[in-house]
Each structure stands twice: as C-alpha cells, then as structure tokens.
C-alpha cells in the first residue's frame, strides 16, 4: 500500500482523533441511525479528552454521511477542530469506533483500503467491444472499440462461395481480435490497472487473450460468466480477491527469504520492535510489514514531534536530544516513519492464517534499504 495519501497527518502535531465508521447499511431508517453514530462518537472522543471543536468538527463531518450511499465506510482523521483527511473505505471496518491519540490510528487503513487493484472489464462479442473500469467503490465507462463493418457469422453451407465468406467472416474476427487487444494494451497502460478481466463467449475471449502483449499475460482473467449473468460481479470480486492474495504471499516469500545472513551475517530484513526502531531511525525501512493481529502492534513506543524520533524507551529520547515525548502505539509509529521516508507498508491480512501465523515475529517487520 502506497501511503503518500496520509503525509498530511504529518504535516501537524498532535492530538488526533481517529474515527472509522460503517457506511455499508442502507435503509430506511439509516439516516436516524447515522445521526445516533455521529453524537456517540463525539460523546467517545469527548471522553478520552478530545477538545470540543475537534469533537464538533468530527460530529458535523459525520453528520453529513447520513444519506450517503458508499457501499463500505469511511476514515476521519482530525485536530484542533478540523477535519484533515476523511479517506473511504475499500470494505467495512469491524464496528464504529473512535479514539483520542498523540498519533492518527492509521493502521486499520492497511486493510481497509489498502490492497485494492483496479480492473478494466472488457466485454467482447463479435459487434464490438466496451470497457469499464472498476475498483471496489467506483465502476465508470473505459471506451468502446467500433470493429470492422463485415459480417461476422458463419454459415453451414459447403459452397465455394459461401467457403470463401467463412473465410471472409474468419479474417474478419482475427483483425477484430487484434484491434480490441491494442485497444485494451493501450487502456491499461493510460489506467495502470493492475486486472483485465474478459468477458464473452470462450472463443472471443481467447482470441483477444493470445493477441495481448506478453507483458500483461499476468494481469488476464477471463470470467467464465457473461455480461447478463447476476453471478459477473462475483467473478470480478474473486479476480481482484485473488489477485491481492498473490501479491501478498509474494511479498512474504521476498521478507521470508531476506530474513537469512549473509555470509557476513547481515540480514535484509528486520522484525522485532527495537530492531524496526532502529532501522526507522536510520531511515532504512523499505517496505513496512504488518501482520494486524500481531502482540506488538499495539506496543507502546515513545515518539517526539519528527517521525524518526521514536524509541523503545522514553529515556533513550532523552539520549537522543528530544525534550518532548509522548507514548504511541507501534504499528502507528512505524507508519508515521514510513509515510516520511516513501516507504509503502504491506498487511498480511489477506493470506490464510497458517500462512502468516508468526511471521514476522511479534507481527511488525520490514524489509531493508541496505543490509
């Protein structure tokens, strides 16, 4: 997950309120219960010690969602009576909830909008071709593609003449293949989606999947249910699904095979929070890596006002030259960290429990810019 979206949050000091609310109910008493959510979480923020603006800049903000249609939910983060970054949701966080903290409570976001890849949905038949392009809050139109004007139906007959309209009708399709394939080659590179999913009879979605260029043979599913079937927007759901898994046991293998030495002993990878402070600190955290359900996410760490002022210990602040400290979770610590220096961070959320179970230790790793 690229996290330069969150660089405002650093951009002022804290404290933050943080507040993730559920947007994915909709019915017809949503707006008095949208109205209840917005007053118990500026009742909750009020009695961890939130000043009265921020309470009222959060209420008001929420109060607005009350017919909002977003499918899953939304983020608020804010201070000193304003409301600084409110992105939305990819799915539905688990329960209302708010919290009062030196440091935004951003980590939830590594799940709840993090891996979300955008697809472009080509619907091909033998008339022509549409595109649209979807990721889990939003489907708008991508372009069509007006084919060749030719028949495009064979017949049955044995005739010379109507054997050389099969052939017509065949070169046809072929030239009409290679024209939606560039037309989809060249959308994705304007989209930078990460899926092409086909739609169609088997026969069109195969012959436009041979003629795309070898640099996206990765990216291409071909749904095996058509355009009128209810069951299309499962398949694009197990796509993107199964696309993020693969991605995320990617990366863990790449952290899994950099934890080993070198022969000089030297690791390209970090767990552990006094290891991940340090490395933090050095600004030698490449890609952060968090395993949410893991004991030291929640650590307390200590943070002064820079992100890569952060310690094991609130003495070793005082080591380090920095007067003012407060105590911050881990995981928000090291984001905060992350969001300075570039670094993107990974949730393994995704992957089955066996899979992630341990790994990294304690649930918070990185890997390095430099051994």
């Known amino acids: 997950m690229d996290l330069a979206f969150l660089h405002p949050l650093y951009e002022q000091t804290g404290p933050w309120a943080s507040v993730y609310v559920d947007t994915s109910r909709h019915t017809e008493g ?6 209840l959510t917005a007053e118990a979480m500026a009742r909750e923020l009020a009695r961890q010690g939130a000043d009265e603006a921020t309470c009222r800049a959060v209420r008001d903000a929420l109060e607005q969602l009350r017919h909002s249609s977003e499918p899953h939910g939304r983020a608020l983060f804010a201070r000193a009576g304003e409301v600084v970054l409110d992105p939305s949701l990819a799915r539905p966080p688990l329960g209302d909830r708010a919290e009062w903290a030196p440091l935004p409570r951003v980590s939830p976001l590594l799940e ?34 007006a084919w060749r004007q030719w028949p495009v139906h ?22 009409n293949a290679a024209e939606i394939a560039d037309a989809l080659s060249v959308c994705q590179e304007e989209t930078r989606a990460d899926l092409l999913i086909l739609v169609g009879e088997d026969r069109e979605r195969r012959s436009v999947r041979e003629r795309l260029p070898q640099r996206l043979a990765g990216r291409v599913v071909e749904a095996p249910h058509g355009a009128g079937s209810r069951l299309l927007d499962a398949d694009v759901e197990e796509a993107r699904t199964r696309h993020v898994r693969e991605r995320t046991e990617a990366a863990l293998d790449r952290f899994m095979a950099a934890r080993t030495p070198d022969d000089e002993g030297r690791a390209a990878a970090a767990e ?18 968090v395993r949410p359900d893991g004991p030291d996410t929640h650590r307390e760490v200590w943070i002064g006002e ?19 400290s407060w ?17 993107p961070a990974l949730s393994l959320a995704p992957l089955e429990a066996a899979r992630r179970d341990d790994v990294p230790s ?6 390095l810019r430099w051994r």
């Not at 109507?162 to 030239?175: A, I, K, P």
């Not at 552990?272 to 890596?289: F, M, N, Q, S, Y």
């Open 30 to 35: 949503t707006p008095h219960e949208r109205h």
């Open 112 to 145: 709840l909008t993090g891996e979300d890849p955008v697809c472009v949905v080509a619907y091909v038949d033998r008339k022509g071709a549409g595109f649209e392009l979807r990721s889990a809050l939003d489907r708008e139109p991508a372009g069509t593609v």
């Open 154 to 175: 064979r017949t049955s007959s044995a005739d010379w003449s109507e054997r050389h309209f099969q052939l017509r009708v065949e070169n046809t399709w072929e030239h």
């Open 272 to 289: 552990g929070v006094p290891a991940l402070v340090e490395a933090a600190r050095e600004h030698r955290i490449d890609t952060l890596v």
């Open 306 to 324: 820079d992100p890569d002022q952060l310690a094991v210990r609130r003495t070793d602040l005082k080591i380090l030259g920095e007067q003012h």
């Open 327 to 343: 105590a911050a979770r881990a995981d928000d610590a090291l984001i905060r960290s992350a969001v300075a220096t570039g670094a």
């Open 362 to 367: 304690g649930g918070l790793g990185a890997l």
